[in-house]
């Protein structure tokens, strides 16, 4: 058989010659045949030897010179802004608003070292150093004001911060989709009022004159005036600001609460998790970035807990218990003509402002936060 094997591989045409080879290797199994399939004269032994030689499937070929393909040249900003010039045209009047109304009258807080007078301009006023923080800083009206913002801008964080957050869990576990929507209707139209009108409502609901007066009066008690009480003011002040702002607030976390997919609420239930469990492990955890964003930011407006509302009830209770920084800074500096201690009051706001944003933002990434910036 062997034989006729050999022959059949050199009579058959040159292109078999060498299948016949490796055929007749297989057969004797001798040194001969291992030599003929590593790479003999012929056709096939050339063919099965290249395939020896070539690399096993999956591994990676050696880089050749000059053959990678470069990385795509990145484009001037010139000339990526002339191809774009469009798009770049809608962040103009953006750019020229915060330029006009925010960064050029930072330059007005010159005045703060000033003994300033709006008729001797800036060039014609006296410069005093840092009189003008010096006397900030001896000044016991400006510690009752520090004090009062410090309180009510803690008490809003506690409370009025996770307000909205608790609304739009709530909303969100309802499975009436017209409940929702109602309800929500309803909280957000407190926003748009002005504050003029909330303290109007509110009077004529707890003040002095009021339909709660006229209820508690039925049963005996005389008197109130939840609007005029020094002592209860501060929280007064925060259940205004939740009533107002609460249903504008659950706009962001009902966004974020729609971004969750809705597969990790399905794959939970067939866990057999409860609503409660499946809002602590996943609607939570998949809305902490937004909550730590909007967090950091209120950080920024700290100590600014609202003018309107403070000048409006101000005197209703005095300013003892509503003088705050933002009210300090009007009736010292439009009203009273300090305008050099009114800017300096600012200046140490905006310094505060910023130290808490950056220790807020520092805090959230080690915590592992991604932070704002």
């Known amino acids: 058989m062997s034989t006729d094997v050999h022959a059949a591989g050199r009579t058959g045409p040159r292109g078999q010659a060498g299948s016949g080879a490796a055929v007749g290797g297989q057969a004797h199994g001798g040194p001969a045949a291992s030599g003929a399939v590593a790479g003999g004269p012929a056709d096939g032994g050339a063919a099965v030897g290249g395939a020896a030689g070539a690399r096993p499937e999956g591994a990676a070929s050696a880089p050749r010179p000059g053959s990678g393909t470069a990385a795509p040249r990145r484009r001037p900003l010139r000339e990526r802004m002339r191809r774009e010039r469009a798009m770049y045209a809608f962040i103009v009047p953006g750019l020229l608003f915060f330029l006009v109304f925010a960064y050029l009258p930072m330059l007005g807080n010159v005045v703060a070292f000033q003994d300033f007078s709006p008729f001797r301009g800036i060039a014609g006023s006296a410069w005093v150093g840092l009189d003008n923080f010096t006397a900030l800083a001896t000044d016991p009206e400006v510690r009752r004001a520090f004090v009062n913002t410090i309180v009510i801008a803690t008490l809003q964080l506690i409370f009025a911060f996770p307000a909205p957050i608790l609304l739009a869990l709530l909303l969100n576990s309802l499975l009436s989709e017209t409940v929702r929507r109602f309800v929500q209707t309803i909280v957000y139209l407190p926003h748009f009022l002005s504050w003029v009108i909330v303290i109007a409502i509110w009077t004529q609901v707890v003040g002095g004159d009021s339909l709660a007066t006229s209820l508690l009066s039925l049963v005996g008690v005389e008197g109130f005036n939840a609007m005029g009480e020094a002592e209860t003011f501060k929280i007064l002040v925060v259940l205004q600001s939740m009533w107002k702002d609460v249903g504008w607030g659950t706009i962001i976390f009902f966004a974020a609460i729609a971004g969750i997919p809705r597969e990790l609420y399905e794959?939970?239930?067939?866990?057999?998790?409860?609503?409660?469990?499946?809002?602590?492990?996943?609607?939570?955890?998949?809305?902490?970035?937004?909550?730590?964003?909007?967090?950091?930011?209120?950080?920024?407006?700290?100590?600014?807990?609202?003018?309107?509302?403070?000048?409006?009830?101000?005197?209703?209770?005095?300013?003892?218990?509503?003088?705050?920084?933002?009210?300090?800074?009007?009736?010292?500096?439009?009203?009273?003509?300090?305008?050099?201690?009114?800017?300096?009051?600012?200046?140490?706001?905006?310094?505060?402002?910023?130290?808490?944003?950056?220790?807020?933002?520092?805090?959230?990434?080690?915590?592992?936060s991604q932070g704002v910036f």
Do not use: C, H
Not at 299 to 305: I, R
Not at 334 to 359: D, E, H, R
């Open 267 to 368: 794959a939970a239930a067939v866990d057999g998790a409860g609503g409660w469990r499946r809002t602590w492990s996943i609607t939570l955890p998949g809305i902490t970035p937004v909550i730590t964003l909007l967090l950091i930011l209120n950080l920024g407006g700290f100590l600014t807990v609202g003018f309107e509302q403070m000048l409006l009830q101000q005197p209703a209770v005095g300013a003892d218990a509503a003088q705050v920084l933002d009210t300090f800074v009007y009736f010292r500096g439009v009203a009273g003509g300090q305008w050099g201690i009114a800017a300096a009051a600012g200046i140490v706001k905006g310094i505060v402002a910023t130290v808490m944003v950056l220790a807020a933002n520092r805090i959230a990434k080690k915590l592992g």
